[in-house]
């Protein structure tokens, strides 16, 4: 699926299932609370913390991709609403992330000494 196609999808999906947007400052908590999930399962995952009760690989690698794909649809309510093209920001972003970091990682011995 291409972006623009999901911020589509997402649009449609609003209008026939959520009557409308949540407000801007709405989504942005609804944001933070789906990257809250997120993290909760990646610390428990893969870092020190356990999960209550066992989870085979299966079910937490479920519940990741559904974090993640919450993330993603919020996002796409908040660029809706913003009047953001998000296929020609992320394009934008990765021309700006290229030129200012075109040899920062390469040089960085932190990421060298593996």
């Known amino acids: 699926m291409e972006i623009k196609d999901l911020q589509i999808e997402v649009d449609e999906w609003i209008k026939k299932y959520g009557v409308r947007y949540f407000n801007e400052l709405t989504n942005m908590a609804v944001l933070t609370e789906e990257v809250g999930e997120l993290a909760r399962l ?9 999960f209550k009760s066992f989870k085979s690989e299966k079910e937490v ?31 934008n972003s990765f021309i700006k992330k290229s ?8 040089n960085n011995p932190k990421l060298n000494n593996r």
Not at 61 to 90: H, P, Y
């Open 42 to 50: 990646v610390s428990r995952q893969y870092g020190e913390q356990s």
């Open 61 to 91: 690698k479920d519940m990741l991709s559904e974090e993640l794909a919450d993330i993603v649809f919020v996002v796409a309510c908040l660029a809706n609403q913003m009047n953001i093209d998000l296929e020609q920001s992320i394009k």
């Open 99 to 106: 030129l200012r970091d075109k040899k920062r990682h390469l």
